[in-house]
């Protein structure tokens, strides 16, 4: 905005009006501690270019009559005097919104005005609005977390497109900060200047304008939903939706109940996503409550850390998996794989599984999703007596196969404009696997499928003969690890079935290591039961 010499003139005229004006006397004569009142704050102009001056002029009364002083501050530029009214501000070559502040005192008490002048840019009609310059306007507060940005694509995501053949507004809208046709709020679609190229931070937590400080509104749900990512990375977001990790608060019967289940401490760390990052990232370290009756999935932001560029796609938890059984045991080559491993692993410890066998537990069996363990071909519960040669997986030592997780179910697909697929449904495809042999939709490959079920089958119907009480009430992990429906010898027979049963995909993990835990626990069941009633052979 520019003002006429004339308008500049009558400001002043007013301002001068104010400033003669005696305060409101209190009871008798005695003041009340008051502090000044600012009546008007404005820059003339309110919009310079880069190292040009403009004038900051605030009128203000004291309801005491008391003399006045100023102070202004900016984050940056220079105050040709920052103790006067109508200071000349001149600004440097940085670009962008700056807050500019003045304080007000008179008989001890101040007031506090902010206004806002724009460098190469204007002050938007719209608020909340686009700051840009991030590195200044959020770096005050988060200096280390601006640092590590930088690291990152986002920060050079301007830079990215500059040397494309075809530079236009589809490329600006994802590789600049703030672009919203629908309103006047200083995006980089309202003024393309440097103060708002890239990636910033407030093209994920939403415009800060005026005050960065107060967080205002309040940032986008990058943490709860995928929605600040789907802006620009339409397609992953897309697939994530489809996954059980986007729909875990709808398949779990919403919020509440999924805060019921695993809101404690030792489940949140992998259910939800205030748990993980409190784990996982030191940023976020803190104690976690949902006494709000919040709680977040497992979403782009939880496994990818957006503001640091330390690990192959910027992913969390890339660090060794320790099993607690057997005790010590590490997975440490499985490259960005260790995301998957760190959670989808048994947690059960060799005490706590041995406790299950002697006395029983509603929740027999190893922890939910021991996948890692059976591709490395570990941490099932071992009999005594019985060999145990612990094969990996079928595929261990091939080429790509490095990062085994990764490799089948995160299958990245190119395609024109966009990928056509990227793999954040975590659903392995047909054609991973069609790319070395033939496989069925199921990937049964040499009918593995088919043996491993027949093995469960024939362990389940072996323990059911032998423990009619089970029989009667049907076989599930709360009846079968119920000491009055099983015997000790039962339970142990069976942690095999729920093992490969809790990994989901029997066999085709590992078929080597599903076949021996089964072959042994059948071997071990038929051998107790020899002679007893209703003993059979097993083929």
């Known amino acids: 905005m520019r003002i006429h010499p004339a ?11 104010f400033w003669g004006c005696e305060g409101p006397q209190g009871p008798e004569g005695v003041n009340p501690a008051m502090a000044p009142v600012i009546t008007s704050l404005m820059a003339i102009p309110d919009s310079v270019g880069t190292n040009q001056s403009t004038q900051f002029v605030v009128a203000a009364y004291d309801p005491n009559g008391d003399a006045l002083s100023y102070l202004w501050s900016a ?8 103790a006067v009214s109508n200071p000349v501000w001149t ?11 003045v304080q007000v005192s008179a008989g001890g008490e101040t007031a506090t005005g902010t206004l806002i002048v724009g460098v190469n840019t204007y002050v938007p009609s719209v608020t909340p609005y686009y700051l840009g310059d991030n590195a200044n306007t959020c770096g005050h507060c988060h200096e280390s977390v601006i640092t590590d940005w930088m690291t990152t694509n986002h920060a050079t995501a301007c830079d990215s497109i500059t040397g494309l053949p075809f530079y236009s507004e589809s490329c600006d809208e994802c590789h600049n900060t703030g672009w919203n046709e629908e309103l006047d709020n200083g995006g980089y679609d309202d003024n393309p200047v440097a103060a708002l190229q ?22 986008f749900s990058v943490l709860s939903t995928a929605d600040a990512c789907a802006q620009c990375h339409e397609k992953q977001p897309e697939e994530f939706a489809e996954s059980k990790h986007g729909n875990i608060m709808v398949n779990h019967g919403g919020v509440e109940a999924v805060i019921d289940e695993w809101g404690g401490a030792g489940c949140d760390d992998c259910h939800l996503g205030e748990g993980f990052l409190n784990k996982w990232d030191l940023d976020y370290a803190a104690p976690v409550s949902y006494a709000s009756g919040q709680a977040s999935p497992i979403t782009c932001a939880v496994c990818h850390d957006a503001h640091r560029e330390h690990t192959e796609h910027q992913l969390r938890a890339q660090v060794p998996v320790v099993l607690p059984n057997p005790v010590g045991y590490t997975i440490s080559e499985w490259e960005t794989s260790l995301m998957c491993a760190n959670c989808h692993r ?15 537990n509603a929740h027999f069996g190893p922890h939910p999703s021991p996948e890692a363990n059976m591709v490395e071909g570990v941490g099932s519960y071992e009999i005594p007596g019985q060999t145990y040669t612990n094969p990996q997986n079928q595929h261990a030592g091939l080429a790509g196969f490095e990062d085994p997780c990764v490799r089948c179910h995160m299958r990245y697909v190119e395609g024109e404009g966009g990928p056509e697929a990227t793999g954040h449904s975590f659903e392995p495809e047909q054609a991973t696997c ?16 088919a043996e491993v079920e027949d093995l469960m089958a024939q362990l389940q119907q072996m323990i ?19 000491a009055a429906y099983t015997t000790m010898e039962a339970r142990t027979a069976a942690w095999a079935w729920f093992f490969v049963e809790q990994d989901g995909t029997f066999g085709i993990h590992n078929r080597d290591y599903a076949v021996e835990i089964l072959t042994n626990s059948l071997n071990y069941y038929a051998g107790v039961t020899s002679g007893r009633s209703g003993s059979t052979a097993w083929k």
């Open 7 to 17: 308008s500049l003139a009558l400001v002043l005229t007013l301002s001068l009006i």
């Open 75 to 82: 984050p940056v530029g220079s105050f040709s005097d920052a």
């Open 91 to 101: 600004a440097t070559d940085s670009m962008g919104l700056f807050a500019v502040q």
């Open 198 to 219: 890239n990636v910033q931070c407030e093209a994920c937590h939403g415009p800060m304008g005026p005050n960065p400080a107060a967080h205002e509104p309040e940032v």
């Open 346 to 360: 048994d947690r059960r410890t060799a005490e706590q599984i041995q406790n299950h066998l002697n006395n029983g």
């Open 434 to 449: 069609m790319m070395c042999h033939p496989v069925s939709s199921e990937f049964d490959y040499g009918n593995t499928k």
């Open 464 to 482: 059911l003969d032998h423990n009619p009480s089970l029989a009667a009430v049907g076989w599930s992990e709360e009846n079968v690890g119920n």
